[in-house]
């Protein structure tokens, strides 16, 4: 079943619940066989992301690509600005490997750190 024909039967508190059950790895691999989830990299290769682990968390199907349009916003920035650095940070609700949002944001090197693009994508 597919992730927004499963939506169909599956309301918000549900959808929560089920996103907070995903507590493991191997949990969240379940949901990608199911194609629930798709992985996607914190840090883009681009931006000077790594492909590891680490890197890499899991979100519905449809977040990647809203989170890369963002990240083009951002490169379009960094193409005139060169000294902008790329941040995306999860944020998770109790044992729960899927974050219920994700804030990508580019900022100026330190001391300022000024933020120069600041979104945040609600995912649950």
């Excluded at 379940?30 to 840090?43: A, H, Q, R, S, T």
Aim: glycine residues 6%; neutral net charge.
């Amino acid at each position: 079943m597919k992730f927004f024909e499963a939506l169909k039967f599956w309301d918000k508190k549900e959808q929560i619940t089920g996103f907070a059950a995903i507590d493991s790895l191997g949990k969240a691999h379940l949901m990608v066989d199911k194609g629930m989830l798709e992985p996607i990299y914190l840090k883009p290769v681009r931006f000077g992301g790594a492909e590891i682990p680490d890197n890499r968390i899991y979100v519905p199907i449809g977040i990647g690509r809203i989170k890369e349009k963002h990240d083009l916003e951002i490169e379009k920035l960094m193409e005139t600005r060169e000294d902008l650095n790329y941040v995306c940070l999860p944020k998770y609700r109790g044992s729960s490997r899927i974050p219920y949002e994700l804030m990508v944001r580019a900022l100026t090197p330190e001391p300022e750190k000024e933020v120069v693009y600041s979104e945040t994508i609600s995912i649950w």
